[in-house]
């Protein structure tokens, strides 16, 4: 399976961009990259993903390099409100044929005032 | 939609007593998966299914872990009889298929095996 790595954290100021790296240099040619991010104790939330071309959505944009070996997402205007842990995940496809997500530990993210 | 709906949200029970996790998936989706979060090992996948059907139980950590989904809108992880190492949040997620589409998580299941 694929694995992720991540910085275990990071600060960002407030209304500054938040770039987030990941490592996946193990990934397949068919597996996607997803972030998604955990506030507190909540359930984690998706943010976007990815599978070779650049993405963007409301809430983030994600970059993949061209050797698909590690990404960055961007929040482009960080908030208080972004405080959060963010995980990269690469979903694999196993052997038995089917999908599962392999989470890495992730990057806590402080925003600061 | 109210969203993947998890319960109890806490549960503080004793070792050897049996406990019994709940999850009603977002209305629609076919795949419904529980995941277990301690600070030791992470977010780990323990089975999913598809249209009520296990597909890959291969996370789950042992015989004292059982899933069932009886039906689109309802299902249970049990555990018994339970460990003081089973302390954990356990999520449930739904989701619409499972080529790109998302994962929605619901709110968790905070257990404590004293």
């Known amino acids: 399976d694929a694995k992720t790595t991540q910085p275990p954290s990071m600060d960002c100021a407030e209304g500054r961009a938040a770039n987030l790296p990941c490592n996946h240099s193990?990934?397949?040619?068919?597996?996607?990259v997803y972030w998604y991010r955990q506030i507190h104790s909540q359930g984690p939330q998706y943010i976007i993903h990815g599978l070779k071309n650049n993405e963007t959505n409301e809430m983030a944009s994600l970059i993949i390099t061209e050797d698909r070996k590690s990404s960055t997402l961007i929040l482009p205007h960080a908030t208080l409100r972004d405080t959060a842990v963010y995980y990269c995940i690469v979903r694999v496809l196993t052997t038995s044929g089917t999908y599962k997500y392999i989470f890495g530990t992730g990057t806590r993210l402080k925003v600061l005032a | 939609d109210a969203g993947v709906i998890q319960s109890p949200r806490h549960e503080v029970t004793e070792m050897g007593q049996e406990v019994t996790l709940r999850c009603k998936p977002i209305?629609?989706?076919?795949?419904l998966f529980w995941y277990r979060q301690t600070m030791m090992r992470g977010l780990e996948l323990l089975i999913y299914?598809?249209?009520?059907?296990?597909?890959?139980d291969s996370g789950m950590p042992e015989d004292r872990f059982s899933a069932k989904m009886p039906n689109a809108s309802f299902s249970t992880l049990k555990i018994q009889p339970s460990e003081p190492r089973d302390s954990a949040v356990y999520f449930c997620?739904?989701?619409f298929g499972a080529g790109q589409e998302t994962q929605y998580f619901g709110p968790g299941t905070r257990l404590l095996v004293l």
């Open positions: 209305s629609g989706h076919d795949y």
């Open positions: 299914f598809n249209n009520n059907v296990p597909i890959d």
């Open positions: 193990t990934i397949s040619g068919n597996e996607y």
């Open positions: 997620a739904s989701s």
